[in-house]
Structure formats: C-alpha cells, structure tokens
C-alpha cells in the first residue's frame, strides 16, 4: 500500500462542501467515487480542511492509501479525464505512511474576494461577495494589523465548532486592491470553524465605519462575538494554500506533537 498526497482546485459553488454528507454533494464524495472507479476498489481520502458549502479551493491537500500501480504524479492526468469540470487535481506524490494531511499541516492561507462597486459583477458573482458601497481600506487595514501574533480566538468561532482550544496564530493578514476587487490574504498557523469569513464580515463593517478599527482587540480581550461584525458570505473564500513542515514528507513521526485540534478546520 502506498500512501499518495494529492492537490486539488475546486469551484464550491455546486456543493454541500468538502466533507461527504447525507443532504447533498460534497467535494471529498465526488473524488472519492472517482478515485475508487479508477482503483477498482473503495477509496476513502482525508482533507486538511473542511471548507463549507460554497466555499472554493486552489490547494487543497488530500490524502489516500492505494496499491494501485498508477504512478502518483500521474494521478491528475487521469482524474481529471474523468471528474466535473469544477473539480481539477494539480499535483500527486507519494509520501511516507505516517503522513497525515489534515494533522500534519502547519499553515494555510486563505483568500476573501469582495467586488467594490455600484454594481455586481456578472463574472465574479460566484467568487466574491458584492459590496456597493466604498469601503474605507485605510481603517480596514489598521484593524487587520491588531489580528498578528498568538491570541485566544474564542471570539471569532461560529456555533458549532468543535476546537479543543480557541488558541491561534496569525503571521500574516493584509489587503490589495485591483480595480474593485479587494482581497483579504490571510495565514496562520490554524483556524477555527468560519473564522475568515468572521474577520471577513467584521471588516467590511469597519470599512463601512459601521465598527471602529479597535474591534478585533476588544473581541480577543473578551471573548465577545458581539464585539464582531456578521460571518461573511461563503462564495467569497477561497482555501489558497496548505504548508507542510519538511520533516512531514520525510519522517512524520518526528511531529507527533501535532494535535487533531491544531489542524482544526475552517
């Protein structure tokens, strides 16, 4: 049996989300049946996140075990002769049999899209959200400054979680504009169940001088989500990127400090 990591992109707007669920479709069941199908025997894979219904990926990482005799970096030519459009594989290795790829990540970055201008947008309508009203970007950016470093993020979890602790760091979240489309671009070691869309949601209210720029500090110091704005809606974000320490890909036993809890989901 090997063990095989793969890399995939997906448009979430047709699916119940990743995770395989009884009301609908989800991505991870779409694969699933594909990949059996092309094994000729079940297959079962493990995401390193469970993005909600309309939510998108660019680097999403799964992983499976297989004896398959196709060559893992021949995975995508052969999925993707055979999976929706809307879901594309990108990349396949084989990686030792101790890798994990929900608890052995140690970063992700994801990317929230909102359309600035009078008028949606017909194209991106399914890959942002539509605000019409400015947006005040300076302010926006001075309370995303106050989100870096460690904090007790209890605030900023939606009903429903399940995190064994709300502690989490943020190393990196900043904004660009091009034309009218801001991005949200933000990485941290884990984050909680619809934290990004919270943050998301939160600073479009600071960016309609709806909440202060000292939002964020007072939610961490409270523990308070009515300090915070709405969570966000889902078709604005995107899962861009999964990180992997290089000791995963070489000897994962060496980072079993690493929790369920510290990989948990979105």
């Not at 992983?63 to 052969?78: L, M, N, Q």
């Not at 605000?131 to 106050?146: E, H, I, K, R, Y």
């Not at 190393?171 to 934290?195: C, K, P, V």
């Amino acid at each position: 049996m090997k063990r095989i990591l793969l890399t995939c992109e997906y448009d979430g707007t047709a699916y119940v989300g990743w995770q395989r669920q009884i009301n609908g479709l989800s991505v991870q069941e779409v694969i699933e049946d594909t990949l059996s199908q092309v094994c000729h025997t079940p297959i079962r894979v493990t995401g390193a996140s469970r993005t909600d219904a309309g939510v998108h990926a660019m680097g999403q990482c799964l992983h499976f075990d297989s004896d398959t005799s196709i060559p893992p970096e021949k995975f995508p030519f052969v999925l993707n002769t055979m999976l929706p459009g809307d879901i594309r594989i990108q990349a396949g290795r084989e990686v030792p049999p101790a890798f994990h790829a929900r608890f052995l990540s140690c970063g992700k970055t994801y990317i929230y899209r909102v359309i600035n201008q009078p008028h949606a947008s017909a194209l991106w309508r399914l890959r942002s959200v539509h605000v019409p009203v400015a947006l005040d970007l300076d302010a926006m950016q001075t309370a995303l400054t106050l989100l870096l470093g460690t904090h007790d993020f209890s605030a900023f979890q939606a009903a429903g979680g399940t995190a064994k602790t709300t502690q989490r760091t943020i190393d990196e979240a900043s904004l660009t504009q091009t034309g009218n489309l801001i991005e949200l671009h933000i990485h941290g070691n884990a984050f909680l169940y619809n934290m990004v869309r919270i943050i998301a949601g939160t600073l479009i209210d600071i960016g309609h001088h709806r909440l202060d720029t000292q939002s964020f500090t007072r939610a961490i110091q409270t523990g308070d989500r009515l300090q915070l704005g709405p969570t966000a809606p889902p078709q604005g974000l995107e899962l861009h990127r999964v990180d992997y320490p290089p000791e995963a890909f070489v000897d994962p036993e060496a980072l079993r400090w690493h929790t369920e809890d510290s990989a948990s989901p979105l």
